[in-house]
């Protein structure tokens, strides 16, 4: 069992920046490919960025490239999004997950690749 546990979210005016959090339980969190989605009201969550176990390699999507920079910390069983550059379409309730098992890179990009969801944070972007 693996738990995983968002902070960072808040308003922030559109431009501007924040960092998420997400601390996750386990002994072998080296080992686990990390993600991030969205969902905003009335979508569906959609990929954001993930991330290999050992950091070395990230897949991004297109409407995050360039603006947003993910990290983990294997020491602190915690990875980083750093959103600069915040949009209008950005809001959204922000979730990381965890993939436990292996797989084909790049890091998994599809919600029902990963095994373990946080509760989410909440993003929002004031104009």
């Known amino acids: 069992q693996v738990q995983l546990v968002e902070s960072g979210g808040g308003l922030v005016q559109a431009g501007g920046s924040l960092r998420l959090s997400c601390a996750a339980s386990?002994?072998?969190?080296?080992?686990?490919?990390m993600g991030w989605f969205r969902q905003a009201p009335g979508k569906e969550r959609e990929f954001v960025v993930s991330?290999?176990?050992?950091?070395?390699?990230?897949y991004y999507a297109d409407s995050v490239k360039g603006r947003f920079t993910i990290s983990r910390d294997n020491a602190k069983n915690t990875v980083y999004l750093q959103m600069n550059s915040l949009k209008p379409e950005d809001p959204a309730v922000y979730y990381c997950?965890?993939?436990?098992?292996?797989?084909?890179?790049?890091?998994?990009?599809?919600?029902?690749?990963?095994?373990?969801w946080g509760q989410g944070t909440q993003v929002t972007v004031s104009s």
């Open positions: 997950a965890a993939r436990i098992r292996g797989y084909n890179p790049p890091p998994p990009a599809t919600t029902n690749e990963y095994n373990y």
């Open positions: 991330i290999s176990g050992s950091g070395g390699t990230t």
């Open positions: 386990g002994r072998t969190f080296s080992s686990y490919a």
